[in-house]
């Protein structure tokens, strides 16, 4: 599993990032595409180091329990709020409004893009770009 996390985090990621830029291209402002493009990529990043350096693990030795899951959300999001800057956090908030709910749902969403990449590369299909 753990040589398959790269694989699944790549798939993850261009999953998302279609995602991202659909909502990006809504925005004129050249430096909130950047500054919300770099927020997300952090999120992106925590949950792979989470995957590779917690849950992996976890998982290899059948000790993945709801608990490990609570915990490897917080690590992930304690991870994301170490990185943010205030500058994003503050667009963010005037973005979005709730900096924790952002958080929150970006995580979500990159555990579950992870999780379909994961799915399609079983299944042999191509990652959604």
């Known amino acids: 599993m ?26 004129d402002n050249d430096q909130i595409e950047a500054t919300l493009a770099e927020a ?23 000790k993945f329990t709801p608990e490990a899951q609570q915990e490897a959300f917080a690590r992930a999001k304690a991870y994301v709020l170490t990185l943010l800057n205030e500058d994003v ?17 970006m995580i979500e969403a990159t555990v579950n893009g992870l999780k379909a990449a994961e799915k399609e590369r079983e299944a042999g299909t191509p990652p959604l770009a």
């Open 2 to 27: 753990t040589a398959a996390v790269p694989v699944l985090v790549y798939y993850g990621i261009a999953f998302l990032r279609g995602k991202i830029v659909a909502l990006i291209q809504k925005i």
């Open 89 to 105: 956090r503050e667009l963010l908030i005037e973005v979005y409004g709730d900096l924790d709910v952002w958080i929150e749902t």
């Open 40 to 62: 997300a990529d952090i999120v992106f990043k925590a949950v792979a180091t989470v995957a590779q350096t917690f849950v992996d693990t976890l998982k290899k030795h059948g």
